[in-house]
Antibody, heavy 120, light 106 residues
Framework: EVQLLESGGALVQPGGSLRVSCAAS????????MSWVRQAPGKGLEWVSG????????FYADSVKGRFTISRDNSKNTLYLQMNRLRPEDTALYYC?????????????WGHGTRVTVSS | SYELTQALSVSVSPGETASITCSGD??????TFWYVQKPGQSPMVVIY???KRPSGIPERFSGDNSGNTATLTIRGTQTTDEGDYYC?????????FGGGTKLTVL
């Protein structure tokens, strides 16, 4: 059974930094691309970032480019999102998802999300 | 940048057919994916690559993509199908989501 368990969400001041993680199990982690998708309170889905299976290719939404960094540790089956220079508009539930890194790649599985709140 | 447009809401009676559309420029040049998010839950894929159903998704869910419009069709709609439906495509190394359509079954 595929499981994705996010952690690390917190209340952070504007301009601060935070790293969220996603522990994966139930599939060959290094064989699949992974993504982060967020959802602000009462809003729709917004793609944040994706990474290929080896970690060599990364993709970012314009809204986070230069501030967020996606990475993965295939030896630990863990996906990360380092978020710097956080803004109030980054407040959202951050989902980890399997896939979403190509033209024929659906978001096959989703975690339950970790909440990030950016406020003073 | 590429944009996907969805109606804010669709309402049907139980047993009827619901059609949820997603529009974008030359959309049929891309694969469209559909997700449902039920209240308090994470999203779940219901259609991938325009018209394929993942295992466990009922046959009454179907998809089509032609011209500038992709359509998710739900036949014999049930109250359990209520939720927010999102389309997604891959464009220029980025993921684009539609704004979402709230399906109400009453």
């Amino acid at each position: 059974e595929v499981q994705l368990l996010e952690s690390g969400g917190a209340l952070v001041q504007p301009g601060g930094s935070l790293r969220v993680s996603c522990a994966a199990s139930g599939f060959t982690f290094g064989a699949d691309g992974m993504s982060w998708v967020r959802q602000a309170p009462g809003k729709g889905l917004e793609w944040v970032s994706g990474i290929g299976g080896s970690g060599a290719r990364t993709f970012y939404a314009d809204s986070v480019k230069g501030r967020f960094t996606i990475s993965r540790d295939n030896s630990k089956n863990t996906l990360y999102l380092q978020m710097n220079r956080l803004r109030p508009e980054d407040t959202a539930l951050y989902y980890c998802a399997k896939g979403g890194t190509g033209y024929s790649s659906p978001f096959e599985y989703w975690g339950h999300g970790t909440r990030v709140t950016v406020s003073s | 940048s590429y944009e996907l447009t969805q109606a804010l809401s669709v309402s049907v009676s139980p047993g009827e057919t619901a059609s949820i559309t997603c529009s974008g420029d030359k959309l049929d040049d891309k694969y469209t994916f559909w997700y449902v998010q039920k209240p308090g839950q994470s999203p779940m894929v219901v259609i991938y690559e325009d018209s394929k159903r993942p295992s466990g998704i009922p046959e009454r869910f179907s998809g089509d993509n032609s011209g500038n419009t992709a359509t998710l069709t739900i036949r014999g709609t049930q109250t359990t199908d209520e939720g927010d439906y999102y389309c997604h495509v891959w464009d220029s190394d980025t993921v684009i989501f539609g704004g979402g359509t709230k399906l109400t079954v009453l």
